[in-house]
């Protein structure tokens, strides 16, 4: 009871964890599709293609209205001072003199104070508490680099599309990949299973031989070592796959856990026959996605020598602002009874910069540089795209050439070991040779797997360099 109770709890915990668990049963096609859109690559490229978008749609609202509500308090903690020469309060002496004639006049005394030419007066205008609030807006009308910005921008757009083609190619040939090597791993274990159960049945005979004093004790040592060793490819060949599954895991973007079982098979693969309209295809570098991204950032380097060009044209734009203000002794802002004072005005801004001392002029040659470097590096991916083109071109047909040769030899091999098989049971050869034979078939498979491999990654590149996928 003890025992089935504490299974019970550990299926329970284990349950959640196994229901959870991804499960894949895929084709090359199906993985290749599921990376598109999993695939930490892919998911970086798409986040640059929506913030390029993002960064049209800032430039654009750069050039429309911008409203503000705006508000603002301070006081005076020290209410200014304002200077003005000469004697503001006195009276100057010409009225002095006229009101000292009608004094005198009229016996009525006035108490006027001296006029003082070189006298400095001081007063205070102003409260200790001022606020504002209202709306600003402003309107661009006219600006060369914003013009020549929101080109640019809609061209980085373009760029990123390009950019996203480049790295879905470059994703389907690494899903591709792990894909082959998956499935090479699985044939190579059951090859060296072969080899294991081949080399037993032989260590059995040698055995039966050394009883029966025919074969000394060192064959069959030879043989137990030679078990050894085949078994340890076995384990080597189990781990290759994990290995190579955690790849293509890694590749897909899906979750490391996630359970993958491959529908197709190596021969599968590799009769699908495109190659042949592959290599029938006319190299063109430009329709390659990586040499038209770089074309389109020459297309932005250039825009950028013109945007700062643009900087020293007039820039024009409007503006308008309606706000209250109020100036107290004391902070009642909020008091309904007490006046605020609207402010409201309209203008026009206009600013072109005439002598920047060549400053602006040595930004423009900077920017002529990039645009230089963006011509070359567009030169130099163009010839590594060719080059690309020509090197996967050779090495598929030379893969094509080993692929024969390792085919041709796996039939010869089979030839071989069914003639012995036949003179073994006829009793013309004796099982060493029927070892041999067998040996030798083993190792013309273990090369046809090894060209095929090969052939499948030659074709994969190809594939690549003409970005030839659908």
Do not use: C
């Not at 903690?77 to 100057?92: E, T």
């Not at 309904?336 to 400053?359: A, H």
């Not at 012995?420 to 083993?442: C, P, T």
């Amino acid at each position: 009871m003890r025992s089935a109770l504490v299974a019970f709890a550990i299926a329970v915990m284990i349950l959640p964890h196994a229901r959870g668990q991804e499960s894949y049963s895929i084709s090359l096609a199906q993985a290749q599709k599921i990376a598109l859109e999993k695939a930490f690559a892919v998911q970086y490229a798409a986040l640059d293609m929506q913030k390029s978008e993002r960064d049209v749609k800032e430039l654009l609202a750069t050039g429309l209205p911008q409203v503000n509500i705006v508000a603002d308090y301070s006081q005076y903690i020290d209410i200014p001072i304002q200077v003005a020469s000469g004697d503001v309060f006195g009276f100057p002496a010409y009225l002095t003199d006229f009101f000292g004639g009608v004094a005198e006049a009229t016996g009525v005394g006035i108490d006027a104070p001296p006029f003082d030419p070189n006298a400095i007066s001081e007063f205070q205008f102003g409260q200790s508490h001022t606020a504002n609030y209202g709306v600003q807006a402003s309107q661009l009308i006219f600006s060369g680099s914003y013009l020549f910005g929101l080109k640019a921008s809609q061209l980085l757009v373009s760029s990123r599309e390009r950019g996203q083609q480049r790295t879905a190619d470059e994703v389907m040939q690494q899903v591709a990949e792990a894909y082959h090597f998956v499935l090479a791993a699985g044939e190579g274990l059951a090859l060296a299973n072969e080899a294991l159960r081949l080399v037993q049945f032989t260590r059995d005979e040698v055995a039966a031989l050394n009883e029966a004093g025919f074969a000394d004790e060192l064959a069959v040592s030879q043989m137990d070592l030679a078990i050894n060793d085949l078994e340890a490819q076995v384990m080597a060949s189990q781990g290759q796959i994990s290995m190579s599954k955690g790849l293509l895991r890694f590749q897909m973007g899906v979750a490391p856990d996630a359970q993958l079982e491959l529908t197709d098979e190596m021969d599968d693969l590799m009769s699908s026959g495109k190659e042949l309209e592959w290599l029938s295809r006319d190299f063109v570098a430009s329709e390659i996605p990586g040499v038209q991204e770089q074309e389109l950032f020459l297309g932005l380097a250039g825009l950028d020598v013109k945007s700062q060009k643009a900087s020293g044209w007039p820039q024009v734009s409007a503006f308008y602002t309606n706000q209250n203000n109020a100036q107290r002794d004391a902070f009642d802002f909020f008091q309904k009874d007490r006046e605020w004072y609207p402010v409201q005005l309209w203008g026009v801004n206009f600013s072109m910069p005439v002598w920047t001392s060549f400053g602006g002029r040595q930004q423009v040659e900077k920017k002529k540089i990039k645009e230089e470097r963006a011509r070359i590096a567009l030169a130099q991916i163009s010839q590594a795209a060719t080059m690309e083109y020509d090197n996967a071109r050779t090495s598929f047909s030379e893969a094509m050439a080993l692929l024969n040769n390792a085919t041709n030899g796996e039939r010869l091999a089979e030839k071989i070991y069914m003639q012995s098989e036949v003179r073994y049971k006829e009793g013309m050869v004796s099982s060493f040779d029927m070892n041999d034979a067998r040996n030798q078939l083993l190792e013309a498979k273990l090369q046809k797997l090894t060209t095929s491999l090969d052939w499948l990654n030659a074709r994969i590149d190809l594939q690549k360099a003409l970005s030839a996928f659908d």
